[in-house]
Structure formats: structure tokens, C-alpha cells
């Protein structure tokens, strides 16, 4: 793209954010009414991914307080992803039978060491953790080490295979006790956000840490790719 160009989609940009900002509601709303204000926002022509970010009265830095896991949602995110699974010889073809685009134990291993990296999630058993170790360096850095919280470490692999295959998703706080999520797709009908919207919501909720006091959901909004975001009642 010429700077021209990039120029010339950045200024359209700007005037159909500038635009939908003077849309936006000015206060929280439920989620169904939050849904419907997503669809009042100028949309560009493709179809743009909707997304849920909450705001938590946790402490980043306690250990206790972390919040890490993996939800699925009821009627998908609208794209898939793409799996590798580290298991034994005789797992392997059922790991590739559910959606795994590589499946294997040292050989694998060897060919991400190499430098291949055409996956989104990685799968693991638990006994194969201790050749997956190896690869801390590699994966670690882009949040793609298997861990039994996310539930990408588990004797089933070919069901987490499966899920994650199907869009299920890691969720984890960053350092401003944040939770991010996509929760479809802008083509997908209001029900459908809506019932993912709400799903999400309980989940961050029943996930709450013990040791947290005070207000624990403080903030809760949702945003199409090139929209304002629109805050919920949560």
C-alpha cells in the first residue's frame, strides 16, 4: 500500500470514527441495547469482529488474584484456529482426526525449534510437558505454552483439540487487571452476541478470586473492529 493510499484510508477513518462517536451512548446499557447501538455505528464493508473487555478490582501482581482460563462460547466466535498437539504416537492420529494440524511428541518439538510456527494454540498431555519444556523460550514469549488452567494441558487431547479447533478461547488479566475476549462476529444475529455476551460475563464472574475485595466487575464494554466501544451493565 503507497502512502497515498494509507493517507487516504486513514482519514476515512477518522471521519467514520469521529462520526460514530457522536453516537455513542453516554451510558451503560444492557447488553441487548448494547448490541443493538454496535449496529448504529457506520460499518466498513467487511465483516468486523465484536469484542468484550472488563475491567476488574483485582491486584495484577498477587498471585492469588490472577485470573487464567478458557471459555467457549455458545454459538462460536465466528473463526476458528489452528492447533498443534503434543502427545504420544498412538494419540496422534486421533488428535488430527479432531482438527490438529500437526500432531507428535519429539518431532515436533524439533520442527518448532527449527522455526516453524503455523499454529494459534498448543495442546498437550501431561506426560508430554517434559519434552514440551524445551520449548518454554519459544512459546512462553507468545502465550502459546500448554498450561492446565487454559485447559491445553489435559489427558484428552483430542476434545481439546476439538474446542479450541472450534474457537474456544485463553483468557488471562494483563498488568491493568484487564480481560479481553471476541465474542463474534458482526454478521452473527443479536441473540447470538447477546447470549455470548452474557456468557462471558458469568464466566469472568464465577471466576472471581476469594481474596479480592470491594467492587470486583468495575467496567464493562464491547467494540466491533473499527467502532467505538459501547459500555455494558455487567
Known amino acids: 500500500m503507497s502512502t497515498m493510499t494509507k493517507k487516504k484510508v486513514s482519514r476515512r477513518f477518522s471521519r467514520r470514527m469521529t462520526a460514530s462517536l457522536e453516537k455513542r451512548p453516554a451510558n451503560p446499557m444492557s447488553p441487548v441495547e448494547a448490541v443493538k447501538a454496535l449496529r448504529g455505528f457506520k460499518a466498513p464493508k467487511f465483516d468486523q469482529t465484536v469484542n468484550v473487555v472488563v475491567n476488574l478490582g483485582i491486584d495484577p501482581k498477587a498471585a492469588d488474584q490472577a485470573l487464567r482460563g478458557s471459555i ?52 498437550a498431555s501431561p506426560d508430554m510437558m517434559r519434552v514440551v519444556s524445551k520449548l518454554g523460550k519459544v512459546l512462553g514469549p507468545k502465550g502459546l505454552m500448554p498450561s492446565p488452567k487454559a485447559g491445553t494441558v489435559t489427558p484428552n487431547v483430542a476434545d481439546a483439540v476439538r474446542e479450541y479447533a472450534a474457537g474456544k478461547q485463553e483468557y488471562r488479566n494483563d498488568d491493568g487487571g484487564n480481560v479481553h475476549c471476541v465474542i463474534g462476529k458482526m454478521s452473527f444475529g443479536d441473540d447470538k452476541l447477546v447470549a455470548n455476551l452474557e456468557h462471558f460475563i458469568a464466566v469472568i464472574q464465577k471466576a472471581r478470586p476469594a481474596s479480592v475485595k470491594g467492587m470486583y466487575l468495575k467496567k464493562c464494554v464491547i467494540s466491533a473492529a473499527m467502532s467505538p466501544g459501547v459500555q455494558v451493565v455487567a
Open 72 to 123: 467457549a462460547m455458545p454459538h462460536g466466535i465466528g473463526r476458528s484456529a489452528r492447533v498443534v498437539c503434543f502427545c504420544q504416537s498412538d494419540k496422534a492420529a486421533a488428535a488430527k482426526a479432531a482438527g490438529a494440524v500437526e500432531a507428535g511428541g519429539e518431532e515436533l518439538v524439533a520442527r518448532i525449534e527449527g522455526g516453524w510456527m503455523e499454529f494459534d494454540v498448543a495442546v
